[in-house]
């Protein structure tokens, strides 16, 4: 059993991003589930968004869970709330800011001693999409960092998920998933 | 009008609420009277959509409460069309006054019920208040534990229900948010074999066969009005139980998929078991294929269908249990909570000697974790060492503050 938390705003997509990786997961024969955590979400109010991925059936449906991955898609997030609750040794975070690894270890000290990517999912997303959409180029980053997939089928992959969108826009999240894959440190 | 058929591939990832929107398309509903409501508001959202991308053809009545909404459902049932809608919460307890008048004027509805709780406190996270609420308004109740189950319960409810040796309405429960925004694997049918199982509707008393005047919703007084409900009963009690097995049976057959009115997980040499219902059923099975590796006997019972209640298959599934627990996601409200008090009915002049122990958990949303539930089978497995229920008879399951324990 694989598991993620996604850590964000309502807004910036990340149940869309949740259900989006489950759906490209699924299409190679593993099981998944993708969730969320709402409450009445106002945009912009902080939330989390959960994958689970395994090779049989998922039964549990209980919200709790010891991530694998914490995916942090707002910057401040990182800052103001505590995304490592439930951690274990194992787990890997993968941070959305501007700073570097070690600047960011420094700004929230309860990353000290943790697995920690970064990757600036906002700007990425701000130069490609036009918007701060974080969602897409977290997942690229995320195939970097678990090599779970070859970064051509997953962007195949992704293409037909988002294939309700306007071109354009579709291309442009490819550029941004690909280049949050070779930015991520 | 011609539509538009959709091509889904063999295994969509689907929340419980798109999946029940997808059924609702493949079974070519005439007519969806509704009025949005969270967590339930995506099925009929779904169900607008798809008819104006041209993927169904039917109409949307939008309209001003769940009380119109209903009530539009019956007129249009009441016409003779395939009617749904779907709802939560103050939604159904609006709705309520009219879900009588449709299961009393036995017109074939489907309701899904993305089940939330009730205010107050304000809350739009999942528990079984609102399925409780309505659970003796004539009704069939299906109750789906997953997004699988929510896109299957409707085509089978659209078969039980539509059947002239029917006619009642029914309703397909789902946990609000732990289904209805939970997106997993769910196994289609091509939109053929899915509109083949419901068939055409064919309609019975339809007010637009002006050939055949009829009256519906007339009013009975002490003459008539006993022998209504006793017929509607009767009913229920023998008549549709034998339908819903036989489009379960049917079900299987098209899609492989089997489902039966009490499901039983492990049961077969279990001295314990849990009886509950909504996604809590899969996180127990869980549990206990976990616990059945260390080596103890315990099963786990979730009610696929509510009403009408399969009484005799449970005390069927649990009469060799030497301990049992109840768990009713909902306030109870000054009594027992309403498994523990079916559970209780079904055993009671047989000759079971089972302890029976009653829970309410995850009110508002509250998790039920593993945890939990590993600490509930060994509460059991201490009464049916000592032979008596040591505890309380009702229990609370995760609520802070001092522990709440009575009868």
Known sequence: ???????????????????????????TGKHVQAFAFYGSAKRGAAMTAYNRVADKVILNHEKYMKPDYVFVIDPALAITTDVTINHKDTTKYIITTHLTTEELVKAQPLLEGKEVYTVDCIQIANDTIGRPIPNTPMLGAFMRVSDMYEIDFFKDSMNRVLAKLPQKIVDANMIAIQRAYDEVK | ?????????????????????????????????????????????????????????????????????????????????????????????????????????????????????????????????????????????????????????????????????????AIINQDGFLTSHTAQGVHTLTDDEAFNFVGTFKPMNDMLDFEHPVTHGVQTEEDWHFEHKARQHNDMMTIIPNKIDQAFADFETLSGRKYNKVECYDMEDADLAIVCMGTSVETVREVVSELREKGLKVGVIGLRVVRPFPFFEIAEALKNIKAVAALDRSAPGGAAGMLFNEIAGSLYNTDSKMLLSGYIYGLGGRDLTKTNIVDLYNELQANADAGKVLTKQQQFIGVRGPKLAYL
């Open chain 1, 1 to 27: 059993m694989l598991e993620i938390r996604w850590h964000s705003r309502a807004g910036q997509g990340a149940v869309t991003g949740a259900k989006g990786l489950a759906d490209v997961i699924s299409t």
């Open chain 2, 1 to 169: 009008m011609a539509f538009d058929k959709m091509e889904l591939r063999d295994i969509e990832v689907w929340d419980g609420n798109h999946a029940a929107a997808q059924a609702l398309r493949q079974c070519q509903v005439d007519v969806v009277s509704a009025y949005p409501i969270t967590p339930s508001t995506p099925i009929v959202e779904g169900y607008a959509k798809f008819k104006s991308d041209n993927y169904v053809e039917g109409e949307f009545v939008m309209v001003e409460s769940e009380h119109a909404a209903m009530s539009g459902c019956i007129g249009a049932a009441a016409a003779g069309g395939r009617v749904a809608t779907a709802t939560s919460s103050q939604g159904l307890a609006l709705m309520v006054e009219t879900l009588y008048q449709a299961a009393g004027m036995r017109l074939p509805i489907i309701l899904n019920i993305v089940n939330r709780a009730l205010a107050a406190p304000l809350n739009v996270n999942g528990d079984h208040s609102d399925m409780y609420l309505c659970r003796d308004s004539g009704w069939i109740q299906f109750d789906a534990f997953s997004p699988q189950e929510a896109y299957d319960l409707n085509m089978i409810a659209f078969k039980v229900s539509e059947d002239h040796d029917v006619r009642m309405p």
